[in-house]
């Protein structure tokens, strides 16, 4: 394709990228017509003006199905930088109306709604009750994926654990979080968990996770036999229940487990580590009215508490 440069963004440009950022949520023009409601000709057609208005091949499509290029991703992660700069713009016109009118972006990562302090849920709701005009989108993702939509603004803000903290981003305390070491029902541990000797631990089998951990997570970790990863916590979990493996959890994620006899806790006493759980922002960028509106309520929620 033909190399051009774009000189000008028009609303028709913008329209077009939303329709390609769909596509590619449904990672098919089949899947995109009902959502869009328009054709997948018409879809189709919509892709081949946005190429040519781009000079760039953004997708393959065909019998071996729908694929991104490498340019193709390129420009999704501009898109979404694109929308938020847009919505940014949007909240501090309506801030000059004195209206709370606009979308609320923020990550969580994964199995926090178990939580029995429910800051986050229960701020959301007053958003939500006294706000109705604002539109709330949720993110779950990793931690890594978080931090890096907050700095370039996809994000307005996002709850994740605090392991290292960045030079780009402010972070206000929210949750301690205790994990525990546990075993499945099928485990040869289980019903004898709390006699277990430290030095015996090696014998067993235990999950590593392969996402970023603190280093007294890290620290406890090596005193295990470490044969298996997992992406999340859930996949923790799934281990933990084939009765293979140990696993750490957070505890107010693995209790439902525990009340039904699934799991247990192994060496309660020494096997066990907190984690500060951080609500982040982008550091010394001036919030727009809807995320402090948030952060105001979040923080008389928390510091009242």
């Given at each position: 394709?033909?190399p051009?440069?774009?000189?000008?963004?028009?609303d028709f440009d913008?329209?077009?990228?939303k329709?390609?950022k769909?596509?590619c949520d449904?990672?098919?023009?089949?899947?995109?017509?009902s959502?869009?409601?328009?054709?997948?000709?018409?879809?189709s057609?919509?892709?081949?003006?946005l190429?040519?208005?781009l000079?760039i091949?953004?997708?393959?499509r065909?019998r071996?199905g729908?694929?991104?290029?490498?340019?193709g991703?390129?420009?999704?992660?501009?898109?979404?930088?694109?929308?938020?700069s847009i919505?940014?713009f949007?909240?501090?016109?309506?801030q000059?109306?004195n209206?709370?009118?606009?979308?609320f972006?923020?990550?969580?990562?994964?199995n926090?709604v178990?939580m029995?302090s429910?800051?986050?849920?229960?701020?959301?709701a007053?958003?939500?009750e006294?706000?109705?005009?604002v539109?709330?989108?949720?993110?779950m993702?990793t931690l890594?994926?978080?931090?890096?939509?907050?700095l370039d603004n996809?994000?307005?803000?996002?709850?994740i654990?605090?392991?290292?903290?960045l030079?780009g981003?402010?972070?206000?305390?929210?949750y301690?979080?205790?994990?525990f070491?546990?075993?499945?029902?099928?485990?040869?541990?289980?019903?004898q968990?709390?006699?277990?000797?430290?030095?015996?631990?090696?014998?067993?089998?235990a999950?590593?996770?392969?996402?970023?951990i603190?280093?007294?997570?890290?620290?406890?970790?090596?005193?295990l036999?470490?044969?298996?990863?997992?992406s999340?916590?859930?996949?923790?979990?799934?281990l933990?229940?084939t009765?293979?493996?140990?696993?750490?959890?957070p505890?107010h994620y693995?209790?439902?487990?525990?009340?039904?006899?699934?799991?247990?806790?192994v060496?309660?006493?020494?096997?066990?580590y907190s984690?500060?759980?951080?609500?982040i922002?982008?550091?010394?960028?001036?919030?727009?009215?809807?995320?402090?509106?948030?952060?105001?309520?979040?923080?008389?929620?928390?510091?009242?508490?």
């Open positions: 394709m033909k051009k440069k774009l000189n000008q963004v028009t913008i329209k077009l990228l329709i390609f769909t596509v449904c990672h098919s023009f089949t899947s995109a017509e959502i869009l409601g328009i054709s997948r000709s018409a879809i057609l919509h892709m081949s003006d190429e040519n208005r000079g091949r953004l997708c393959q065909g071996a729908f694929a991104l290029t490498d340019e991703r390129e420009i999704l992660e501009y898109i979404e930088v694109l929308t938020a919505e940014d949007r909240s501090k016109v309506n000059m109306h209206r709370l009118k606009g979308e972006n923020i990550g969580i990562i994964n926090l178990t029995p429910g800051y986050i849920t229960n701020t959301l007053q958003l939500a006294e706000h109705s005009e539109i709330i989108n949720i993110s993702s890594s994926d978080i931090e890096c939509r907050v996809r994000l307005h803000a996002g709850a654990p605090l392991v290292t903290p030079s981003l402010d972070y206000f305390d929210l301690s979080e205790s994990s070491l546990y075993c499945g029902k099928n485990h040869p541990l289980f019903g968990c709390s006699k277990m000797d430290l030095d015996e631990l090696k014998t067993w089998q999950v590593l996770p392969n996402y970023a603190t280093p007294e997570a890290a620290k406890l970790h090596q005193l036999d470490c044969k298996a990863t997992a999340d916590r859930e996949g923790i979990a799934f933990i229940l009765g293979k493996f140990l696993g750490f959890l505890d693995a209790k439902k487990w525990v009340e039904d006899g699934f799991m247990q806790a060496s309660k006493e020494k096997m066990h984690t500060p759980i951080c609500l922002t982008h550091k010394g960028k001036n919030h727009n009215i809807i995320l402090k509106t948030f952060m105001d309520m979040l923080e008389k929620r928390v510091l009242g508490n």
